[in-house]
């Protein structure tokens, strides 16, 4: 149980086009989902967190207008970069708490390239 | 600001040996603490999960410990094998705060 599926697993887009990464749960609801980025041999950098039915919560730094987020459903999250640019290429992972008290469980990771 | 840092950054060991993977974390007021794995280019696995009031977990080969007043978590890795090499991370989720804070990674190789 409590598995996050993250598509597309690798994206290749052109610079100044938009990339949709979607992030759901597959056996479980969950009202909250958390986005990641991650540069090469670093760790996870928290993005912003997604909130069904609501607006996301962005992290400092994070520019809310050219990382749009969309929680419309209780299994869906979707990550849009907008006017993506070859500095946004990145690898980005989503994540979810099954429960209250339970762990994250993350997504596969979507490697965005844009070139 | 809960800080948590992990040492070493990397560690090679010969198959068959058992190791010990550190995690730090700056505040003890944590939820959950939770160890995964990462392999290259992939996402994160959930390998132990150690609630507040746990000392420690275990899964086969691995065992993790939490020893809040310390700050300081451990992953046992006993009986290594190639196929666990890969990243691991230690992750402290703190009470009030529905954010996890990962540690930096210990790369860890293990040599047949």
Known sequence: ???????????????????????????????????????PKQSLMLM????????????????KDKFLINHASLTLSTLTVTSAHPEDS??????????????YTFGSGTRLTVV | KQEVTQIPAALSVPEGENLVLNCSFTDSAIYNLQWFRQDPG???????????????????????????????????????????????????????NEKLTFGTGTRLTIIP
């Open chain 2, 42 to 96: 992939k996402g994160l696995t959930s390998l132990l999960l150690i609630q507040s009031s746990q000392r420690e977990q275990t899964s086969g080969r691995l065992n993790a410990s939490l020893d809040k007043s310390s700050g300081r978590s451990t992953l046992y890795i006993a009986a290594s094998q190639p196929g666990d090499s890969a990243t691991y991370l230690c992750a402290a989720d703190n009470f009030g």
């Open chain 1, 48 to 63: 912003a967190t997604s909130n069904e039915g609501s607006k996301a919560t962005y992290e400092q730094g994070v520019e």
């Open chain 1, 1 to 39: 149980g409590a598995v996050v599926s993250q598509h597309p697993s690798r994206v290749i887009c052109k610079s100044g086009t938009s990339v949709k990464i979607e992030c759901r749960s597959l056996d479980f609801q969950a009202t909250t989902m958390f986005w990641y980025r991650q540069f």
């Open chain 1, 90 to 103: 990145s690898f980005y992972i989503c994540s979810a708490k099954f429960a209250q008290g339970s762990g």
